[in-house]
């Protein structure tokens, strides 16, 4: 039987010691959501297995364009399959329509086509990660310091032709500022991409991931095991950019997640 329940319900019901509430105004589009669950329980997402580790820690997070709702399937251990419904907040996006920009700036030439798409490649292999490590469950720290330049979610309009939506989190801040690791994890991924410049990914676990872009320098290689608070990189302005900044992003697998709500505040 299936009840009709918001995820707000679930964690009196099925959540041994968690180590994150669910938020308190629901869930919404970009957000999100770990914890645990009782050992030996079974979660699935829309009926995609989620990793649930031995203590029963959990991650999963919702798009910028998720539906308004999902259904999380909770198998207890020992027990019967429940089907929640999770009511998924939408939210409004920012768009930026921009004209008259010559159009070697708005369609890269064949050559950098060809670069990009390598370099997607790599990227989709990087954040594809399925690690057991359950470093997502500690308190994230803030990448850098520096304004808010840039926010998640946003998009633009070039010349007519829409952009793909803004999947990070910009702080501007000047060439050579620190950048930290955000939690303990693994770098995945350390190169120096067309869009992105000079680039490290770092897996925590269970799909949820961190990159930060446009580095003009880097202090990690891949491969490495990193410490939350570890110095990995500096602000630069190597890519495509028109001033130094970290692009920060987030994301659970392939899903990119505004980070925004989980990160301590922007400080300059």
């Not at 768009?95 to 070697?104: E, F, H, K, M, S």
Request: aromatic share 8%.
């Amino acid at each position: 039987m299936i009840r009709r329940r918001t995820v707000l319900a679930f964690p009196a019901l099925l959540l041994a010691r968690p180590a994150f509430a669910l938020p308190t105004e629901g869930l919404t589009q970009g957000g999100l959501v770990r914890g645990r669950v009782a050992p030996g329980t079974r979660l699935a997402l829309d009926g995609k297995p989620l990793r649930v580790g031995p203590g029963g820690e959990y991650a999963f997070g919702f798009g910028r364009d998720h539906a308004a709702e999902a259904t999380l399937t909770v198998t207890p251990p020992g027990g019967r399959a429940e089907a929640l419904r999770l009511a998924i907040a939408r939210r409004d996006w920012s768009v930026q329509r921009i004209t008259g920009l010559p159009p070697a700036q708005v369609t890269p030439d064949p050559e950098a086509l060809r670069r990009i798409t390598a370099e997607r490649e790599r990227l989709a292999a990087a954040r594809a990660t399925d690690s057991a490590h359950t470093n997502f469950l500690v308190e994230f720290l803030l990448p850098t310091h520096g304004r808010i330049s840039g926010v998640f979610g946003s998009q633009r309009v070039l010349n007519g032709e829409p952009r793909q939506p803004h999947y990070g989190f910009d702080i501007a801040a000047p060439t050579g500022t620190p950048i930290q690791a955000i939690a303990p994890g693994q770098v995945v991924l350390a190169a120096d991409f067309f869009f992105f410049g000079r680039l490290t990914i770092i897996d925590h676990g269970h799909g949820v991931n961190s990159l930060y872009a446009h580095q003009s320098a880097q202090h990690v290689a891949e491969g490495e095991q990193v410490a939350g608070g570890q110095r990995i990189g500096a602000v630069g302005a190597t890519g495509r950019v028109t001033g130094p900044h970290l692009h920060f992003g987030l994301s659970w697998y392939a899903t990119w997640l505004d980070a925004q709500p989980v990160l301590p505040p922007v400080t300059g």
